[in-house]
T-cell receptor, first 115, second 111 residues
Framework: EPEVTQTPSHQVTQMGQEVILRCVPI?????FYWYRQILGQKVEFLVS????????KSEIFDDQFSVERPDGSNFTLKIRSTKLEDSAMYFC?????????????FGQGTRLTVV | QKEVEQNSGPLSVPEGAIASLNCTYS??????FFWYRQYSGKSPELIMF????GDKEDGRFTAQLNKASQYVSLLIRDSQPSDSATYLC???????????FGGGTRLMVKP
């Protein structure tokens, strides 16, 4: 069964360092997303991406964050200068369309720890 | 502000019973509603979705939607210990390409 894959599963970084989280969405999906979940809190939307550009972003997704689809398969989230409060589980998701009648499938997540 | 509210629980039910999980949402423009299951430390896993008022059944799961009351629920029949997890309600508004999640209800099914 096709699945969204994320690497690494766990990343520890020092405050102020840049991190790149990687995702391979399901191959025939056209919409890609990043969500995050701080420990014990809600899953929060960060950004959606379609046709090589951002289609929607939340207030959390400030200038420290960027996304890219560098090739036909990978979708990345970059955090330029990490802060302690960026520590969270980051989930990539993908869907066939952006309409609400299409399910979004989530990857297994990357646990980011900023020390 | 679009909000999705769930009782955090824990909701404890005996094995074999029906578990009832509830969710309310604030945005009347919401069109689609999803239930995800999340085991501790794992990613959300889609259980089912519903768009129309009424009931939708899939195996042991039934989703119920009442748009007038801005209320969606999930019933789990014949609950099993393996159903013990946090259940997340997520809402999609066609004005924005994203899901808004509730905080989740922790379900405990006791053998």
């Amino acid at each position: 069964e096709p699945e969204v894959t994320q690497t690494p599963s766990h990343q520890v970084t020092q405050m102020g360092q840049e991190v790149i989280l990687r995702c391979v969405p399901i191959s025939n999906h056209l919409y890609f997303y990043w969500y995050r979940q701080i420990l014990g809190q809600k899953v929060e939307f960060l950004v959606s991406f379609y046709n090589n550009e951002i289609s929607e972003k939340s207030e959390i997704f400030d200038d420290q964050f960027s996304v890219e689809r560098p090739d036909g398969s990978n979708f990345t989230l970059k955090i330029r200068s990490t802060k302690l409060e960026d520590s969270a589980m980051y989930f990539c998701a993908s869907s066939q369309s952006g309409a609400g009648n299409t399910e979004a499938f989530f990857g297994q997540g990357t646990r980011l720890t900023v020390v | 502000q679009k909000e999705v509210e769930q009782n955090s629980g824990p909701l404890s039910v005996p094995e074999g019973a029906i578990a009832s999980l509830n969710c309310t949402y604030s945005d009347r423009g919401s069109q689609s509603f999803f239930w995800y299951r999340q085991y501790s430390g794992k990613s959300p896993e889609l259980i089912m979705f519903i768009y129309s008022n009424g009931d939708k059944e899939d195996g042991r799961f039934t989703a119920q939607l009442n748009k007038a009351s801005q209320y969606v629920s999930l019933l789990i029949r014949d609950s099993q210990p393996s159903d013990s997890a946090t259940y997340l309600c997520a809402v999609h508004n066609n004005a924005g390409n994203m899901l808004t999640f509730g905080g989740g209800t922790r379900l405990m099914v006791k053998p």
